[in-house]
């Protein structure tokens, strides 16, 4: 088969499927991943060149099950696009090691199982991976302990990856979002919080999901055949402006 195959984990919704309709525009056929199986098998029933696979990334069983059943599917694998994750906020004192656990075996053991499952077939393809961090990866702030520790490893991550990988022809970037209007931020982002990022964003306002989509599949896109071991923030310039927002300090 010559058509290129993606993996996509966490895309049942929010970025993780806008990639996937922003990479099947582009003549992919993409393995949609996730955990919630009735939203996955949802998505999945309405959209063509898709295939539905129900697993957990912290899982090494399930991850193997993964790359097995998108090969048979697919054939091969040119891309792995490592968006699943959980965001647990709270005061340091609060988080629990349960917490902390929950939260680095998604976003960081997730990343690493998903990453190592598929460079043999990645290999083969001279693929590519993205790895989905934050800017609370790139820069400290209240609440985000656990998750913004996370994201900083996976940012970490994708270098150590991009340096190993590349005589294998493998690139390996990351990107890091800032606020995306998605149903998970509008639900948890009071009016105070929303108002505060509208002026502290360079841009004036949140990203959109499929805004984020774009870039992810161009940096898995030979487009970007030049380009490896990058971070790149899609935030509106909000990375580039430093500490502020006492909104999100409580």
């Known amino acids: 088969m010559t058509q290129k195959v993606a993996i996509v984990t966490g895309a049942a919704r929010g970025i993780g499927l806008a990639t996937a309709d922003v990479m099947r525009e582009m003549g992919w056929r993409v393995a949609l991943v996730d955990r919630d199986t009735e939203e996955l098998q949802k998505v999945a029933g309405e959209r063509d060149n898709v295939l539905a696979v129900d697993a957990d990334v912290s899982n090494p069983q399930d991850v193997g099950r993964m790359i097995r059943e998108t090969l048979a599917w697919g054939g091969r694998l040119d891309a792995l ?33 998903c990453t190592q499952a598929a460079i043999p077939a990645l290999k083969e393809t001279r693929g590519a991976v993205l790895n989905i961090a934050s800017i609370s990866g790139l820069r400290a702030s209240t609440l985000r302990v656990a998750y913004g520790t996370s994201k900083a490893a996976v940012i970490q991550l994708t270098k150590q990856y991009a340096a190993e990988l590349g005589e294998h022809g493998i690139r390996v970037n990351c990107v890091a979002p800032g606020p995306v209007r998605t149903k998970l931020a509008m639900a948890v982002h009071t009016q105070e919080i929303i108002d505060a990022y509208h002026d502290a964003i360079p841009l004036n306002r949140y990203g959109s999901e499929r805004e984020l989509a774009e870039v992810i599949a161009f940096l898995c896109s030979e487009k970007a055949s030049y380009v490896t071991g990058q971070v790149v923030a899609v935030d509106g310039g909000f990375e580039s402006t430093g500490v502020g927002l006492p909104a999100l300090r409580r």
Do not use: I, K, Q, S
């Not at 699943?84 to 929950?102: K, L």
């Open 81 to 113: 696009v490592n968006n699943a994750g959980v965001a647990r906020f709270g005061p340091v004192e609060d988080t629990t090691f349960d917490t902390w656990r929950e939260v680095m075996a998604t976003n960081l053991d997730g990343v690493f199982l």
